[in-house]
């Protein structure tokens, strides 16, 4: 594959990824947080719900109040906000459009098959009939899309660069979510359902099975830090998504040049390093919230050289090979 290739084929095939990892990401926290909001108090609800935008990147319009079904129509539907469900699955389908010729027909009919369902729907259609079964329809379709894409792709550089923006994505969702929560983790408030909270941060990881296989449906914050951040055999936890990452970035360099690799290799491997190593006890007591700012920054750094090394880079490279 020429450079010119790789670059229009790698950009494409990692935010495909990117946007699909997203949307999936966001049906499932839109979901945890109505159901949360059923048994809520007016002003408790309003907090979860801020949670849910910052978590998300979402910032509301200032003349709109916040309700369930304005937030809901902001989160799937607005397609001004380049994070929301419909946005992001648009996005996806024209990045693989692009690249029509390097996925399988599978993956595209399953891609467009969501893409048609989210277009044809509006916030009406779904909130009358609940949007429940809405958001298990885009998060089982990308699930399948995931699978479909495992089963009927050559699992060579295109799918390698797909691995990479699933997994990058995921880590930096998660340490953003975490982030946002780390207050209710760190700061006791005897007012506060504290368990419930937990829980339902668990559940926006589809994590609280896993969790309690092993420790227990006793919940404490510390456990539940050393879970999603450094859990490395759970798919959805910070030490997973980083260790896929540089499995992903390995495999890339093996196939491309590995000396043009190297900046972003070393990166995400001093970031599971540290993962590795790091303790709980030493995440806590340094302080969560700078801890998970810092992961953030290193995934930016790890995506900023990945779009370095095989997007934009010299034309200096080009000429070489």
């Known amino acids: 594959m020429t450079e010119a290739m ?69 989160v799937i539907f607005e397609q001004d906000n380049d994070n929301s469900i419909v946005h992001c699955i648009v996005s996806a389908r024209e990045n693989a459009r692009h690249v029509r010729e390097m996925i399988s027909s599978e993956m595209w009919e399953q891609l467009n098959r969501l893409y048609l369902r989210v277009w044809n729907t509006g ?10 079964e809405f958001l298990r329809d885009v998060r089982d379709s990308i699930h399948l899309f995931d699978g479909i894409t495992d089963s009927t792709m050559n699992h060579g550089e295109g799918w390698d660069f797909i691995q990479a923006g699933r997994y990058i994505e995921r880590a930096s969702t998660i340490a953003r979510l ?7 983790l760190v700061v006791p408030d005897i007012e506060r359902d504290d368990y419930m909270e937990w829980v339902g941060l668990l559940k926006c990881c589809t994590a609280f099975e896993a969790y309690c296989k092993i420790y227990t449906a006793d919940l404490e914050a510390k456990s539940i830090v050393e879970f999603l951040l450094l859990n490395d055999e759970f798919p959805h936890t910070i030490g997973f998504a980083i260790s896929r990452l540089q499995v992903a970035l390995d495999s890339v360099a093996e196939e491309t040049d590995r000396r043009k690799a190297i900046r972003a290799n070393r990166l995400v491997g001093k970031l599971r390093a540290a993962l590795s190593f790091d303790s709980v006890e030493e995440i806590m007591a340094g302080g969560l919230h700078v801890y998970l700012a810092d992961i ?26």
């Open 296 to 321: 953030q920054d290193q995934c930016m750094q790890v995506h900023n050289a990945i779009q370095q090394t095989y997007v934009s880079y010299p034309i200096e490279l080009v000429l070489e090979n």
């Open 178 to 184: 975490l982030d946002v929560h780390s207050s209710l």
């Open 123 to 132: 916030i009406d259609v779904i909130w009358n009939a609940e949007p429940y």
């Open 6 to 74: 790789l670059s229009r084929v790698a950009d494409s095939l990692y935010w495909m990824s990117r946007y699909l990892e997203r949307a999936e990401h966001t049906a499932r926290l839109l979901t945890v947080h109505l159901n949360l909001a059923l048994d809520q108090s007016p002003a408790l609800a309003e907090q979860h719900w801020q949670r849910l935008l910052a978590s998300l990147h979402i910032t509301p319009p200032e003349d709109d109040p916040m309700t369930e079904y304005s937030i809901t129509e902001l």
